[in-house]
């Protein structure tokens, strides 16, 4: 973030001070046992799972935040070289277990660094974050969000959690005889999994790591590692694939369910499950996925595969109210690997900054609108049609290139998620 002085999720360069937003893989790279350049500030949750990641981590390392708490650190000013200070808050995610934002404010203005994030607007979790942004900044602008611009593209549209949830809990009591397996990663969609164990009044079986995680973060009623005890297992992602399917359908019955926000599509005569394979689909498949998705439907794409849109990320219209909420100066996106990166100034230039459609004295009543608290209900509402009308405008002119960039830039975010286990999506 500030070179040389704060790093997030940041690990093979020199800082002052390195802070965790979460501890999904993709978060972590750099990040090992051996640790000895400084300390590490967190959440009180990744502090607890910290030694299960990294076994043998000099933990007089670790620092915790409070949630909501603004921290003060003394560093050295890089351009004067004097004693600077740096004021830190750490802000519910929504994301994963102990995933964070940090508000920072110092010499550089004021920085909002999402890690991957959800704005989830039926969430009790992002009303909190909402509200302690409110607080902490009080009628200050930021000059730079870092955002999770994982699905920052008008194609990603897809339903709450608990939505999702619920369609999961539907499949699966329409195979009452089968096994179900559900793919997920080493760390996130507890709260799926425990929507299920409780509408369905069953155990759900994890592998003996995954138990571990689970009964670090107090969940011990919910899981077990004995199959015999129950038809539902959530298996690693890593093993979730066609073949894995067909082989256990030998044996019995049995339907896979993979949590995601990305569509798959499954290549027609291999079958891999190979989220690269998205290169074969055409627009027009594209475009009716996303229409699937849009209509809450549930998508099969394989005799045993089932895929529902259940996210830890934020879909596009969720950033975008999210932008609008907080009308920062300059957006960055943090997926920044060059495969994959889609920036998220691309599709969210017309909302924020200085050149934007909001004009600084409609910023306070877009968040008093956000809040609820919009006592002008008529300002408010030809402020919104004001917007949508220049955003149709804008849309229909670029609609066309748009369409091609946007398919391009879904096919590179496919191979991102390809790379390794750490999708986390
Ligand atoms: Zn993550």
């Not at 559900?182 to 759900?204: A, F, H, P, R, W």
Request: net charge positive; proline share 4%; with cysteine.
């Amino acid at each position: 973030m500030e070179r040389g002085m704060i790093s997030v999720d940041r690990w093979g360069e020199g800082s002052q001070v390195y802070f965790l937003t979460h501890l999904h893989a993709d978060h972590t790279v750099g990040l090992s046992p051996r640790w000895n350049k400084g300390p590490v500030f967190c959440s009180h949750i990744s502090a607890r799972l910290f030694h299960h990641k990294f076994p043998g981590f000099d933990t007089s390392l670790i620092r915790t935040l409070e949630i909501g708490q603004w921290y003060s650190l003394s560093l050295v000013s890089l351009t004067t070289g004097s004693q600077t200070k740096v004021e830190v808050m750490s802000i519910e995610a929504n994301h994963c277990p102990g995933a964070v934002m940090y508000l920072f404010r110092g010499v550089f203005g004021i920085t909002l660094y999402t890690g991957d994030f959800r704005w989830e607007v039926t969430s009790e979790t992002t009303q909190m974050g909402k509200n302690m942004l409110l607080k902490a900044l009080k009628n200050d602008k930021i000059d730079t969000i870092y955002i999770d611009n994982t699905y920052c593209n008008p194609s990603y549209s897809f339903p709450s959690r608990e939505v999702a949830a619920q369609q999961v809990v539907n499949i699966i009591n329409t195979y009452p005889e089968h096994d179900i397996i559900i793919g997920i990663d080493t760390l996130g969609k507890e709260d799926l999994l425990l929507y299920i164990s409780k509408i369905l009044n069953i155990k759900i079986w994890v592998w003996p790591e995954r138990l571990q995680t689970m009964h670090l973060l107090g969940l011990h009623d919910n899981f077990t590692t004995k199959s015999t005890l129950t038809r539902v297992r959530a298996v690693p992602r890593y093993s979730f694939s066609v073949e894995t399917l067909e082989g256990l359908n030998t044996m019995h019955p049995t339907i896979g369910i993979m949590p995601s926000g990305l569509p798959w599509k499954l290549k027609g005569k291999d079958k891999s499950c190979d989220l690269s394979s998205l290169k074969t689909e055409t627009g027009n498949d594209l475009h009716m996925n996303m229409r699937n998705r849009y209509t809450n439907n549930i998508e099969k794409y394989h005799q045993y595969i089932y895929t529902v849109p259940y996210s830890d990320h934020s879909c596009f219209s969720e950033l975008v109210e999210f932008v609008k909420y907080l009308c920062p100066n300059n957006i960055k996106g943090i997926v920044s690997s060059s495969l994959s990166y889609i920036d998220p100034c691309y599709h969210l230039h017309n909302i924020y900054g200085t050149s934007s459609l909001f004009p600084k004295h409609l910023i306070k009543e877009e968040r008093a609108r956000v809040e609820g608290e919009c006592e002008s209900t008529l300002s408010c509402d030809s402020f919104t049609q004001v917007k949508l009308k220049s955003k149709r405008i804008k849309h229909s002119r670029l609609h066309l290139r748009k369409t091609r960039v946007s398919l391009l830039r879904r096919f590179k975010r496919g191979a991102k998620l390809t790379t390794e286990d750490c999708s986390d999506d």
